[in-house]
């Protein structure tokens, strides 16, 4: 059995503004009608689709995760991250999972923000890549570079044998001469970050090399708990496990490394270049998405999901507008996006964690408006969804329904609220929203008050176990 285990951790930061830790880059549209987890999973080959995956992503991301999973129709087993810790200790955790369906089961493993334009080549590859790992060799992916970048590792390729290479050594990002000379020499290839190899094998290296990484993943996974769709696992336990990456920990330690030369037109989206690099461009060399006019510019990436943006007479420039911040950068800065997000967060800045519209499990809500004592939000409830019965100590709310029905408990009263009809929330009183129809329930939420913060929210119960229940209610007036 082959199973795909896909990595799909990580914030993001160089992709700022539309990437944000709460909605990080995997789960953007960015080219096209799905997420790069969506099309991570839609380039399969098709048996290899038909096999049910490993996710592993943080816990903040769960029900984003498994709402683009739906979309797709894709059942997974979706494994929680507590907190990051690279991803040695994520292909661990995938691995003792995997072992539990079979022993002798092999994983591929595919982080989910790569753009492949050849999967013919990744499906090709992957065979070759299996009949490698049934020798017990751990198995990365090679590809043949087309420019001298100094933006990836390299693989240097050693003896050939039959449809792999044993890997010989691994380079780290190199200067742009030693990449020119690696692209002349040839025998070099980018390090793409996927891997293909029988479960236990990686857990017997991680046995030899990082016995301590392996006892933490095992305990966290034996001792974390099933919670709706998702598996938790034990913080205390995962947390204790070194940061290191499956090349730091496995791949440049093992005597069994091979390499699969691939040619998939891949690219790696960890940047605006990269990801001007992989888009379509118009014959002035610009990608244009959104409400955009450009006249005289040459070689830009504009972006614009809400509003009008007009370039004239600018060439290589990144210019990404979203609702609440806009980033104007020239391509050669791509790379140093990261000491902006660096900056706002040592400003306590709320605009490196969500947009301005933010999405729940239960639906999503834009803050349309705010001032000093009061805020105005749009709420998308989702039919058949609730959101927690709450309080707050802060704040009074007004609801108006746009359109839908919705159900509204206030303190001992349940009624039904439809289109053009509003009702209010005092200060203090428990409540809860729900939408107990077919179509997404739109309303305006009006808060007014002293403080509006999210923290203010004291929830009492919750279908999705965000808090615990039992705590907050100790915390009642």
Partial sequence: MLIPVIIAGGNGSRLWPLSRSHYPKQLLRLNGDYSMLQNTLLRLPADLRAVRPIVVCNQEHRFLVAEQLNDINVDADILLEPCGRNTAPAVALAALQARQRETSAQIFICPADHAIRNPEALHNGIRRASLAAEEGLLVTFGIKPDRPETGYGYICMGEPRGEHHL?????????????????????????????????????????????????????????????????????????????????????????????????????????????????????????????????????????????????????????????DAILVAHKSQAQEVKRVTDTLKSRKRPETEDHRLVHRPWGKY????????????????????????????????????????????????????????????????????????????????????????????????????????????????
């Fill in 167 to 323: 890997i010989e050594r691994f380079v780290e990002k190199p200067d742009a001469q030693t990449a020119q000379q690696f692209l002349d020499e040839g025998g070099y290839l980018w390090n793409s970050g996927m891997f293909l190899f029988r479960a236990e094998r990686y857990l017997q290296e991680l046995r030899e090399h990082h016995p301590q990484m392996l006892a933490h993943c095992t305990h966290a996974l034996l001792q974390g708990e099933a919670d709706l769709d998702f598996v938790r696992l034990d913080e205390t336990s995962f947390s204790r496990c070194e940061d290191l990456s499956i090349d730091y920990a496995i791949m440049e330690h093992t005597r069994d490394g091979a390499v699969v030369p691939v040619e998939l037109c891949w690219n790696d989206l960890g940047s605006w270049l990269s990801l001007w690099d992989h888009l379509d461009k118009d014959k002035e060399g610009n990608h244009l998405k959104g409400d955009i006019i450009a006249h005289a510019s040459y070689n830009n990436l504009a972006l614009s999901d809400h509003r009008l943006v007009a370039l004239l007479g600018v060439d290589d420039l990144i210019v990404v507008d979203t609702p």
């Fill in 366 to 477: 834009d803050s349309v408006d705010k001032g000093t004592r009061y805020q105005v939000k749009h709420i998308t409830v989702k039919p058949g969804e609730k959101l927690s019965v709450q309080m707050h100590h802060h704040r009074a709310e007004h609801w108006i329904v746009v359109s839908g029905t919705a159900k509204v408990t206030c303190g001992n009263n349940t009624f039904l609220v439809t289109e053009n009809q509003s009702t209010f929330i005092p200060i203090g009183e428990v409540h809860s929203l729900e939408n107990p129809g077919r179509i997404p329930l739109e309303l305006i939420e009006v808060q007014s008050g002293t403080y509006l913060g999210e923290d203010d929210i004291i929830r009492i119960s919750d279908r999705y176990h965000r808090e615990d229940a039992a705590e907050k209610v100790a915390h009642l007036p």
